[in-house]
Structure formats: C-alpha cells, structure tokens
C-alpha cells in the first residue's frame, strides 16, 4: 500500500462541523441570514427516518434553520411539487432535500 493514507473519518467530520458551525454564526453575525435546510420525505421507511433526524440534528447542531414535512407515500405528484414550492417560496429555506423511496422495480 505504498501510497495509502488512512484518514480518521470521525475526525474530520468533526472539523468540518466546527468550521460550518462557526461559518454559519459569521454568516448570522455579519448579516442576520442564518442557513435553511428543508427535508421532505416521502413515506414512513425506517432507513430513510433515521437518515432525516441525523441530517436535521447535524443542521441544527451547526446553526442551520431546519424545517421537515413528512408526506404519505401515496402522496401525488401534484401535492409533492406543492410542498416543495411552498418551501421554495419561504425566504429562511436555501436549500431543500426530498427524500423519496427509489421506484418499485418490476
């Protein structure tokens, strides 16, 4: 493995939310925006729950505005673009994450 480096993972994610947290406070210091992320997810999957709360924990730990919808899986198309649109129009959401199960394949 001559050239291999092994990189502490732990450790630098650890870095890397000490220097967003303290971006985001200078970003909220300077100007009064603080960072927003929305989640939308589609759905009750156990996998994709555990995935939202530790994006929106990890946000909020950083100072991010954090914001989640939950909609049914049969929710449509139509209602889906609507909550997104919603949130796109909210001035403290700047940027928004839809998680949704993958198409049954068949």
Known sequence: MGNAKIIDGKARAAEMSESITADVAELYRSTGI??????????????????????????????????????????????????ISGLNSDPDVHGILVIAPAPASG
Do not use: W
């Open 34 to 83: 603080r960072p927003g992320l929305a989640v939308v997810i589609v759905g009750e999957d156990p996998a994709s729950q555990v995935y939202v709360r530790n994006k929106k924990r990890m946000a909020e730990s950083c100072g991010f505005h954090s914001v989640q919808r939950t909609l049914p899986a049969t929710v449509s198309q139509e209602d889906l673009l609507q909550e």
